[in-house]
């Protein structure tokens, strides 16, 4: 089993990449920490066993060469636990760069052939559909919102995606996201991240009590509650051909 280190070295160059219909045919994953598990590690290696096309992994250690000069990271990058560095990093990928993106899960079908379903200029995002409505996330701050929960059938994951670049959907989800972290900057740099894992996992939709004395953003708030909502704006440019991942431990 290769480690993380061992893996990153054989990421492909990114200025190497072929285009499949201006899209390039590269699998972006992405681990921010000092640690990880053996079931991660094993699921990692599985994912690049079988993912069939180039990845590149994001670590601490090769992240900022691919931050643009023209578009710099939000100010609150420092001051973000590494799932919300995760969550950011992904869709400033997609947004700028598009291609693939792939959650530290376990695979056994490949990707190959998925870009030519962007032969049809309609198509922005390759996903594969919810399977259960409370896999969609909604904006907790405002609960009229979760009657997009019954539409999870019409929507897609960005667990394991592949995007077109500059889309009008990526574009709003990047704003959005620097709204909130506009919102939360204060807060941040008074209560910066001091763990790996994150917060709320066990009840992702939960409120932050005292927001002021403590790490101020939810779980999903930076992507499940932006990503979902916008999807079923653009739904019409969704397309559900990639294939599923092996639903087995990986953390």
Same mark, same amino acid.
């Given at each position: 089993?290769?480690?993380?280190?061992?893996?990153?070295? *054989? /990421?492909?160059?990114?200025? *190497?990449?072929?285009?499949?219909?201006?899209?390039?045919?590269?699998?972006?994953?992405?681990? %921010?920490?000092?640690?990880?598990?053996?079931?991660?590690?094993?699921?990692?290696? @599985?994912?690049? &066993?079988?993912?069939?096309?180039?990845?590149?992994? =994001?670590?601490?250690?090769? $992240?900022?060469? %691919?931050?643009?000069? /023209?578009?710099?990271?939000?100010?609150?990058? *420092?001051?973000?636990? +590494?799932?919300?560095?995760?969550?950011?990093?992904? +869709?400033?990928?997609?947004?700028? $760069?598009?291609?693939?993106?792939?959650?530290?899960?376990?695979?056994?079908?490949?990707?190959?052939?998925?870009?030519? @379903?962007?032969?049809?200029?309609?198509?922005?995002?390759?996903?594969?559909?919810?399977?259960?409505?409370?896999?969609?996330? $909604?904006?907790?701050?405002? !609960?009229?919102?979760?009657?997009?929960? /019954?539409?999870? /059938?019409?929507?897609?994951?960005? @667990?394991? +995606? #592949? +995007?077109?670049? *500059?889309?009008?959907?990526?574009?709003?989800? =990047?704003?959005? =996201?620097?709204?909130?972290?506009?919102?939360?900057?204060? &807060?941040?740099?008074? &209560?910066?991240?001091? #763990?790996?894992?994150?917060?709320?996992?066990?009840? !992702?939709?939960?409120? #932050?009590?005292?927001?002021?004395? &403590?790490?101020?953003?939810?779980?999903?708030?930076?992507?499940?509650?932006?990503?979902?909502?916008?999807?079923?704006?653009?739904?019409?440019?969704?397309? %559900?051909?990639?294939?599923? #991942?092996?639903?087995?431990? $990986?953390?």
């Amino acid at each position: 089993m290769k480690d993380l280190k061992t893996i990153e070295s *054989n /990421n492909a160059e990114i200025s *190497n990449v072929k285009y499949v219909n201006n899209v390039p045919e590269v699998v972006f994953i992405i681990w %921010f920490g000092n640690n990880i598990s053996d079931n991660r590690l094993s699921a990692l290696n @599985s994912l690049i &066993n079988n993912i069939g096309v180039p990845y590149i992994l =994001i670590t601490d250690n090769n $992240y900022q060469s %691919f931050v643009l000069d /023209n578009y710099p990271l939000h100010e609150a990058w *420092n001051y973000l636990s +590494c799932v919300h560095k995760a969550d950011y990093l992904r +869709c400033y990928l997609l947004h700028h $760069y598009g291609g693939g993106y792939h959650d530290i899960k376990y695979r056994d079908k490949n990707w190959i052939g998925q870009w030519n @379903s962007f032969s049809d200029e309609n198509v922005w995002i390759i996903s594969r559909k919810e399977k259960q409505k409370g896999w969609v996330a $909604y904006d907790v701050d405002n !609960p009229d919102t979760k009657w997009l929960q /019954n539409h999870y /059938n019409e929507l897609g994951t960005m @667990s394991w +995606c #592949i +995007c077109r670049p *500059n889309t009008s959907y990526t574009t709003e989800l =990047i704003d959005k =996201i620097h709204y909130k972290l506009d919102f939360h900057l204060i &807060n941040l740099k008074k &209560n910066p991240s001091t #763990i790996q894992s994150g917060y709320y996992h066990k009840n !992702p939709f939960k409120k #932050i009590d005292n927001i002021e004395n &403590n790490y101020p953003i939810r779980w999903l708030e930076i992507l499940g509650e932006l990503y979902h909502p916008l999807m079923y704006k653009y739904k019409q440019h969704l397309c %559900f051909d990639l294939p599923d #991942i092996i639903y087995k431990k $990986y953390k």
